[in-house]
């Protein structure tokens, strides 16, 4: 399977304006190649291929005044950026044709220049780890990377992105193979997961408190706007100040990563076999808004299914309208707290006299409903 191993680099000055003309060069391509589609498509003529769009934004286009410039940077990046738009064309095609999974998307935006900024540079550009470590790319040389961990191959492309706090990341793709863990008793390990907001999970054993990364930091946050909001446009103060608060939604975006990834190993680690509940995340963000895009339960399950694939435990995604909190399991009956009102409720006894902690309850019930599920044959892996 592929992975991404991302490094934090750190580019000298004359790196950095080279990484910028990188950034503003694939832009352009981008644009400009999106203009030539959109008025073929207009004047109801063929949609021009990937070849003749290269050799009429890049190859004809150095010959010209105005795009001269897109030879100070390497061809690689302005082609990768030619297959990223007809990457986008084929995904909102296939939308449209329903052959996708996921949300209906729409068609290729021109790029403006924004926080975030990447340029890929796949084999044909010959980047290579110089002998001390450093990260050789064409036309910008070597670059200082911070490595926590080593390569498990060779890289078949490397990208370079700058995030909006001014930071400078290098991210991998490598072919790794899967690493199933040594396996457990399914009886005495499996655990079923109900995910929520006054814990962020509910397993078998323990429960996960919510980190609530974005309601401690919400008070610093709120004064960096307003200081931002203050600051007259263009000027060198609301540049500082837009950095500040990008800064601390970076902190937010690493605690937050951070505390799902080291979650989800252990989890996996534990487990020989998972039943997460499927919930519409969408949906809840629109009752509870901050809550639940603080929890980050979306990328929480995806990671988890991820792990869960590579390391050779089963996982399996128990029906979102599966009942698990209103289900009584000691005698099945639905008589537990229903509704928005029921979501205050954390402990109820059943007509049967049997007094339940919601979460613990949940947990049982879609630790029992994964079972039949794989007993059937039907895990979701």
Request: a positive charge; one cysteine or more; charged letters at 30%.
């Amino acid at each position: 399977m592929k992975l991404r191993y991302q490094f934090r680099v750190y580019p000298s000055a004359p790196q950095e304006i080279e990484l910028a003309k990188a950034f503003g060069c694939a832009r352009v391509v981008w644009n400009d190649a999106l203009c030539i589609r959109q008025d073929a498509y207009t004047q109801d003529k063929p949609l021009p291929s990937i070849v003749e769009l290269a050799k009429l934004v890049i190859t004809e286009a150095k010959k010209t005044t105005e795009r001269e410039w897109l030879g100070e940077v390497s061809a690689v990046v302005l082609q990768s950026s030619l297959r990223d738009l007809q990457t986008a064309y084929s995904n909102f095609f296939a939308s449209k044709r329903g052959t996708r999974k996921g949300p209906k998307i729409g068609p290729p935006r021109f790029k403006k220049k924004a926080s975030r900024q990447a340029v890929r540079f796949t084999k044909a550009a010959r980047f290579s780890i110089t002998e001390d470590g450093k990260l050789r790319v064409p036309k910008i040389g070597d670059v200082e990377v911070r490595w926590s961990r080593e390569l498990p191959c060779e890289p078949s492309s490397v990208t370079v992105i700058k995030d909006a706090a001014g930071r400078y990341f290098t991210s991998f793709v490598v072919e790794a193979e899967d690493k199933p863990l040594p396996e457990l008793d399914r009886a005495e390990t499996d655990t079923g997961i109900d995910l929520g907001l006054s814990s962020c999970a509910v397993l078998r054993d323990r429960k996960i408190a919510s980190p609530r990364f974005f309601r401690r930091q919400e008070k610093k946050l709120r004064r960096a706007q307003r200081k931002l909001s203050r600051c007259a446009k263009g000027s060198n103060n609301r540049r500082k100040a837009k950095l500040a608060v990008a800064r601390i939604h970076a902190r937010i975006a690493d605690q937050r990563r951070d505390f799902i990834e080291q979650e989800t190993t252990r989890i996996t680690r534990e487990s020989q076999a998972v039943y997460l509940e499927d919930l519409a995340v969408k949906g809840m963000a629109k009752s509870f808004g901050k809550s639940v895009h603080d929890q980050s339960l979306g990328t929480f399950a995806r990671t988890l299914e991820a792990k869960c694939a590579r390391y050779g435990r089963t996982f399996v995604k128990v029906d979102r309208f599966f009942p698990s909190t209103q289900l009584c399991s000691h005698c099945g009956a639905l008589t537990g707290p229903k509704g928005k009102a029921g979501l205050r409720i954390r402990t109820w006894t059943c007509d049967c006299g049997t007094t339940h902690d919601r979460d613990q309850n949940a947990e049982y019930n879609l630790r029992l409903e994964g079972r039949s599920l794989v007993a059937e044959g039907r895990p979701d892996t």
